[in-house]
């Protein structure tokens, strides 16, 4: 619920996020128990606690909010590698 994620201008534009969001959409709407039917890549972005997107068509150009976001301010993700894109970098360790 913290997660800024679905809200990063980086994936704003992508035609993967947008997919993907819309696949867990339909599936919300019918009151499937999306927890046991959805795996980690079927979610456009808590990269925050996965790591790094499964969507390829991401627009780094434009600033990504890690730093705004309370779960990285929580577990002092500012001291990690990488610092911040964990959308396109990876999860921090």
Not at 3 to 20: E, H
Request: charged share 25%; hydrophobic share 30%.
């Amino acid at each position: 619920m913290k997660c800024l994620c679905s809200t990063c201008p980086v994936q704003a534009t992508s035609d993967c996020v947008k997919g993907k969001m819309k696949k867990i959409q339909e599936m919300m709407a019918e009151d499937v128990d999306i927890a046991t039917m959805i795996e980690p890549t079927d979610v456009p972005g808590v990269y925050c606690a996965s790591g790094k997107a499964t969507c390829s068509d991401l627009y780094f150009h434009e600033e990504c909010k890690c730093v705004e976001c309370p779960v990285f301010k929580e577990n002092g993700l500012m001291k990690g590698e990488p610092m911040g894109y964990f959308c396109r970098d990876g999860a921090a360790k």
